[in-house]
């Protein structure tokens, strides 16, 4: 593990894979009974450090590169990412051309789970959050 300019980075780090384990203990449950989705902020390519025994999954950030964050994550840590919520101010053509954009992404990895960055803003749409849900839940992801 590098050691970072940042005590606290180094200290979470270091430290997660205890608190995870003491997290489930503490609840009741046996380690590994439920998933576990880590939410970093800024984490950059401090993605790369992230591996199966401190999450299950990784929130990306809309502003990541889906594929460069899956060529760095642990290929054991699933991605949960990234739409940019603000694609939801566009009309329906231009969010159905770049949801289509995902198709190959979703079919290459099976431990990807879709959603909205950073969620939904107050001002936008409902009707064109549900349409997004729905055009996903409609997609074939050509997945096993």
């Known amino acids: 593990m590098p050691y970072f300019r940042n005590n606290y980075f ?40 992230i591996n199966k025994d401190i999450c299950d999954f990784v929130s990306v950030d809309w ?8 060529k760095i994550i642990d290929k054991e840590v699933g991605i949960q990412g990234n739409i940019d919520p603000r694609l939801l101010y566009s009309d329906y053509t ?4 770049e949801l289509k954009k995902l198709i190959p992404f979703g079919q290459e990895n099976q431990d990807w789970i879709i959603n909205l960055g950073h969620g ?3 001002d936008i749409d409902h009707k064109k959050a549900k349409f ?8 074939n992801w050509k997945r096993n």
């Open 10 to 49: 180094n200290f979470f780090i270091c430290r997660f894979s205890f608190f995870r384990k003491f997290i489930w203990t503490f609840l009741g449950f046996e380690t590994g009974f439920s998933l576990t989705i880590f939410f970093p902020k800024n984490f950059g390519n401090g993605l790369k450090y």
């Open 63 to 70: 502003q990541a590169n889906l594929y460069h964050s899956r």
């Open 94 to 97: 231009h969010i159905e051309s």
């Open 120 to 122: 939904f803003l107050p």
């Open 132 to 139: 997004v849900v729905d055009w996903i839940k409609d997609t």
